[in-house]
C-alpha cells in the first residue's frame, strides 16, 4: 500500500501537483481510496472527493469552487508507472475538503485539517466504538460525504 501510495504521489508531482494544491477523486469507493488519499497528502496536497453520481455540471462548478489543480480518476491510475520517491508528512495542512449539498444555491466548501481528522480518528479509536478486526462495517456513504473517513 505505502509502494502504490509513493508511486502515485511521484506520478502526481509530475503531472505538477505541489504542495497546498487541492486533488479531486473521481472515482467509485474501491480498496484503492485509502492509497489515492495517502498520495496526496504525501505531497503536501488537499483531497475533494466527487460523488461519481453527480451530473457533470455539478462536477465542474464544485471543481472551479475548489480550484482543484487535479483530477485522479481511473483512467489515469491506470497509466500510473510504478516508480518510488521518499516523501515526508508535515502537520499543520489541510486534509480534505467537503462540498454542502447545496440546496439553498452554490455549494459552500469546507477545510478539514490534518490534525482534526487525526483527533477525529483518534478519539473513535479510543471509544466504545472502536472497530475490531472481527467488525463488520456497512460502507453506505458516498466517498464524498465527510463520514467517509472513519470508514476507510
Request: proline share 3%; glycine share 8%; with cysteine.
Given at each position: ?15 505538477g ?114 472497530i ?14 465527510d ?6
Amino acid at each position: 500500500m505505502l509502494f502504490q501510495a509513493k508511486c502515485i504521489a511521484s506520478a502526481l508531482l509530475k503531472e505538477g501537483v505541489k504542495e497546498g494544491d487541492v486533488v479531486v477523486v473521481d472515482a467509485e469507493r474501491s480498496l484503492g481510496l485509502p492509497i489515492w488519499i495517502l498520495a496526496i497528502w504525501m505531497i503536501g496536497g488537499t483531497y475533494f472527493a466527487l460523488n461519481p453520481a453527480d451530473l457533470s455540471e455539478r462536477k465542474e462548478r464544485i471543481c472551479a469552487l475548489v480550484k482543484s489543480r487535479f483530477i485522479i480518476t481511473e483512467a489515469w491510475l491506470s497509466g500510473v508507472k510504478m516508480t518510488e520517491q521518499q516523501f515526508q508528512f508535515q502537520p499543520g495542512r489541510i486534509a480534505y475538503l467537503i462540498a454542502t449539498s447545496g440546496s439553498t444555491g452554490e455549494p459552500k466548501i469546507m477545510e478539514i485539517g490534518q490534525s482534526a481528522l487525526y483527533y477525529f480518528l483518534q478519539g473513535f479509536v479510543e471509544s466504545d466504538l472502536a472497530i475490531v478486526s472481527t467488525d463488520i462495517v456497512l460502507q453506505n456513504f458516498r466517498v464524498s460525504f465527510d463520514v467517509t473517513f472513519w470508514k476507510i
